[in-house]
């Protein structure tokens, strides 16, 4: 089944949580625009709620409970939602966030940012999953995939910091032409406007990120999200303490990185030995 054919298990609660906050609106007085307006987000937003297309996030609950004069009400809702699905990358809740996002800090330390690979290394991606998958579904997630890239290349993109562990940069999934392609596609993307691109060498010796990768997205209404994967799933994490701590470990990276301008030295010294 394609991904975006797949009925979220929390898609009850989210209408739930939305006709929630249609009621409270409504009780209260005020239009979507004009709730929208008070607590400074989009009317989007606030429609997408209220239709159970789009989840809550805490903060934001809390500031329309304190609107609407609620008792917490939305926020005690939103903390008692399920757990997101447990669904790979491609997951439309993540979707929606990278693509309206203002601000992604991407760490990898597997393979390379899905926003940074070519087709063939994405191919390459989909081919070495277990169980596998059809050519047919390769061929699918893999034009997503590369859909989504389309943030890097607009008129006014989001700023994105990547960190990528050096040995994800070494890793062949590829035969050696096409490894050299996406190297420098890798230094293409690293200079483009917005974006930071930083290698964390494989002989510093210390590693802030060794628990495995996660991306931090601001979205378009400033609240901090975070994103991170496992074997079997993925999950959204909206918690401000736990997207801290994610913030703290990303800062640190970065730190522990080379620079921008080191970083693309490295690559050219890789380009060289090929």
């Given at each position: 089944m394609h991904p975006s054919n797949r009925q979220r298990k929390n898609a009850s609660a989210m209408k739930l949580v939305g006709k929630l906050l249609g009621l409270f609106r409504v009780a209260a007085g005020l239009t979507q625009a004009q709730l929208a307006n008070a607590v400074g987000v989009q009317v989007e937003t606030i429609a997408s709620i209220e239709q159970g297309r789009r989840s809550l996030l805490p903060d934001l609950a809390s500031r329309l409970d304190q609107l609407l004069e609620t008792k917490g009400a939305l926020a005690t809702a939103v903390e008692n939602m399920p757990e997101v699905d447990l669904v790979p990358a491609w997951a439309?809740?993540?979707?929606?966030?990278?693509?309206?996002?203002?601000?992604?800090?991407?760490?990898?330390?597997?393979?390379?940012?899905?926003?940074?690979?070519?087709?063939?290394?994405?191919?390459?991606?989909?081919?070495?999953?277990?169980?596998?998958?059809?050519?047919?579904?390769?061929?699918i997630q893999t034009a997503s995939r590369l859909e989504r890239q389309e943030i890097l290349h607009r008129s006014e993109p989001p700023t994105i910091s990547f960190v990528i562990w050096e040995p994800v940069v070494r890793l062949q999934l590829v035969d050696d032409e096409t490894h050299v392609e996406q190297l420098r596609h890798l230094r293409t993307c690293?200079?483009?406007?917005?974006?930071?691109?930083?290698?964390?060498?494989?002989?510093?010796?210390?590693?802030?990120g060794l628990n495995g990768?996660?991306?931090?997205?601001?979205?378009?209404?400033?609240?901090?999200v975070a994103y991170s994967e496992t074997q079997r799933g993925s999950l959204l994490v909206c918690d401000p303490d736990e997207v801290s701590i994610l913030s703290q470990k990303y800062a640190m990276l970065?730190?522990?990185?080379?620079?921008?301008?080191?970083?693309?030295g490295l690559l050219d010294r890789l380009l060289g030995e090929q």
């Open positions: 439309e809740q993540y979707m929606d966030l990278e693509r309206t996002a203002l601000a992604l800090s991407w760490y990898d330390n597997q393979v390379l940012p899905g926003l940074l690979q070519t087709e063939a290394y994405a191919r390459a991606v989909f081919r070495n999953r277990v169980p596998g998958f059809s050519e047919e579904k390769i061929a690293g200079t483009l406007p917005g974006v930071s691109l930083q290698i964390l060498p494989l002989s510093h010796r210390t590693h802030a990768p996660f991306i931090l997205l601001e979205t378009p209404d400033f609240q901090h970065r730190a522990q990185a080379l620079s921008p301008a080191d970083t693309l």
